[in-house]
């Protein structure tokens, strides 16, 4: 079993910036991969940016250029820096690890753009 424990979010207003933080802990592996997903109300949960465990990184078209993920692989970290955001962003952000044939969810943190 994997426990993941998100950190961060939160209000803030558009073009300004936050930072989401999840540490994984109990039976880490040194191959998987760690994402941030997030689900806006009434829509499904999409992708928005993920991280293998040797750097290769994937991000959703509607957050290139503005998000910026990063892991640190000894303390099974995973952060998610966004900058300028926008009112479409405003969603609940979901923590992902996983690998060929597991997965494990955060229990998700709110992040509300908005004046």
């Known amino acids: 079993q994997v426990q993941l424990v998100e950190s961060g979010g939160g209000l803030v207003q558009p073009g300004g910036s936050l930072r989401l933080s999840c540490a994984a802990s109990?039976?880490?592996?040194?191959?998987?991969?760690m994402g941030w997903y997030r689900q806006a109300p009434g829509k499904q949960r999409e992708l928005v940016a993920t991280?293998?465990?040797?750097?290769?990184?994937n991000y959703a078209d509607s957050v290139k250029g503005r998000f910026t993920i990063s892991r640190l692989n000894a303390k099974n970290t995973v952060d998610l820096r966004m900058n300028s955001l926008k009112p479409e962003d405003t969603a609940v952000y979901y923590c992902?690890?996983?690998?060929?044939?597991?997965?494990?969810w955060g229990q998700g943190t709110q992040v509300t753009v908005s004046s």
């Open positions: 991280i293998t465990s040797i750097g290769n990184t």
């Open positions: 992902k690890y996983f690998g060929p044939a597991y997965e494990y």
């Open positions: 109990g039976s880490v592996d040194s191959i998987n991969v």
